[in-house]
């Protein structure tokens, strides 16, 4: 490399071009040949809104140049190192569970995720109003025999603002042979009839009652119907089955995939 920063490939591979002025620096990622490179990092949420004593788990994506696909991403949580501007307002974890941030005081803090020479920020604000109700979404839902269904609990604070709080609520179904719920808000029917679900955040509850009942699938729709995409990557599909009462449902989860070429294209079931 001469003084002026004129770089020269030599062999494949990666290397790490550094900058020196005054008492700064900086670093390059430079490849050779083929294969990828790191030329980015994100942080999302990128800007959460946090209630005392809460917590939000962040995810650091590395942004990447590879010679035969073009640029590509993948998951580096566990790879970046992690570090707040402000812990007196959030922390955030940088051994296990990196990237889980916790709530400490009013206020905002930069969390920032570092690697390779990159760096990705989410701007955490922890706000310091209290909860005063909470809502489940959708309202008196009513589901197909053996079928899911996504449940959403909504957080309305003293300020005005509010949070889904799906992930941090305790869900349960009264009634277990009707349905069941996990930890997610995720409904799974059994069999025909009525249950009352309640989400519970702290001391405050909300509840609504699902209703299962004995509709069919008369049609199913995978979106997109027709895709394109290079070896080696991948395209998520949905199926949207269509009932005999008229409602649409998300059955992703629930169909069975098959692919008629598993040489040519491969599908997860």
């Given amino acids: 490399m001469s003084a ?19 008492n700064r620096t900086k670093t390059a990622n430079v490849l050779v040949g083929d294969g990828e490179i790191l030329i980015g990092v994100s942080v999302t949420p990128t800007k959460p809104i946090l209630s005392l004593g809460s917590a939000e788990q962040l995810t650091a994506t590395g942004i990447y140049h590879n010679t035969a696909l073009g640029k590509i991403t993948k998951d580096v949580t566990a790879e970046a190192e992690w570090e707040t501007s402000a812990s007196a307002v959030a922390g955030v974890n940088n ?4 990237g889980f941030v916790l709530s400490a005081g009013a206020g905002t803090a930069n969390i920032t995720a570092s690697l390779g020479g990159f ?3 989410a701007a955490v ?15 008196l839902p009513v589901n197909a025999v053996n079928a899911t269904r996504q ?35 995720l409904i799974s029917t059994h069999s025909v009839g009525t249950s009352v679900i309640v989400a519970t ?13 004995p509709i069919s699938v008369v049609s199913i729709d995978i ?24 409602s649409t449902q998300d059955i992703t989860a629930d169909a069975s995939w098959s692919t008629s070429n598993s040489a040519r294209a491969t599908v997860s079931t």
Avoid: C, F
């Avoid at 979106?223 to 008229?246: E, N």
């Fill in 223 to 246: 979106t997109p119907a027709a895709v394109s995409l290079a070896a080696g990557t991948t395209i998520q599909l949905a199926a949207t089955g269509t009932y005999s009462d008229g």
């Fill in 4 to 22: 002026t920063g004129l770089v020269t490939g030599v062999t494949s591979g990666t290397a790490v071009i550094t900058a020196e002025y005054g």
């Fill in 95 to 98: 051994a296990a569970n990196k």
């Fill in 201 to 213: 955040v702290g001391s405050i509850t909300d509840q609504t009652t699902l209703s299962v009942e």
């Fill in 125 to 139: 604000t922890v706000s310091n109003a209290t909860l005063q109700r909470v809502e489940i979404e959708p309202d």
């Fill in 119 to 121: 760096d990705g920020v």
């Fill in 151 to 185: 449940m959403t609990l909504v957080g309305y604070y003293s300020d005005g603002t509010t949070r889904d709080l799906t992930s941090e609520a305790t869900w349960v179904s009264q009634s277990t042979g009707v349905a069941t719920i996990n930890s997610t808000g």
